[in-house]
């Protein structure tokens, strides 16, 4: 699965990533991403020599607890049995108000950057998974019924571009206090709502109930997305 999308970005000179869970911490991975120059965080599975290495950390913090989590952050080499040489693991450990035992998680990563940032930029993995779960639910970009696979992809695509259009239209159209709905949200409030048309011979009603958006909010959004098209059409 990997190998296409690898090829496809193979020419292109820019900054290449890749993010992944335990079950992709193989050694033909890794060798695989070092080669085409990938920049990597890996998740890997705790055993007892990486709990080893973090035992200085395994010491509970001194003084009173906090009710924020106190986080620690450690670096080092290991060479797991199939790996062909060492790599470099960050740990990340966290210590929570009330829970006996603290957080632990181990990246691989041939990453130079602070065992911080290192994992900040692991855990925003989970971040596009939301995105892609939003997708999911939102758009129902897995209803790919075509029986040949190169029209499933251009459905797919199709599916993606009404994804950004929809998500685009959020961060431009919506006002800051419901921005973080998400597209779910804005179908069944907004796309969806049901109205009651009332018609005059000079104009025409459109009666939304106010349960799902008040007046104010819904002509706030009209009004933005009347400056959007303002700004569209002047440039």
Known sequence: MLLPVIARYRGLDIPKFFRGDSAFAGPKLLRLLEKEGYRYTIRLKTNP??????????????????????????????????????????VRLAWHAGELFPRVGFVVTNLKWHSKKVVHFYNRRGTAEQWIKEGKNAVKWTKLSCRRFKDNAARLQLFALAYNLANSLRQLALPRSIRSWNLTTLRQKLVMIGA???????????????????????????????RLRLACASG
């Open 196 to 226: 009651k048309v009332v018609t005059h011979s000079k104009y025409v009603i459109f009666q939304l109930a106010e349960v799902a958006v008040p007046r104010q909010l819904f002509a706030a959004i009209l009004e933005r997305i009347g």
């Open 49 to 90: 020599v990486l709990e080893r290495k973090m035992a200085p950390l395994l010491k509970r913090p001194v003084g009173r607890p906090s009710h924020k989590p106190k986080v620690f952050y450690r670096s080092f080499r290991y060479q797991a049995g199939s790996w062909e040489c060492a790599h470099r693991v960050v």
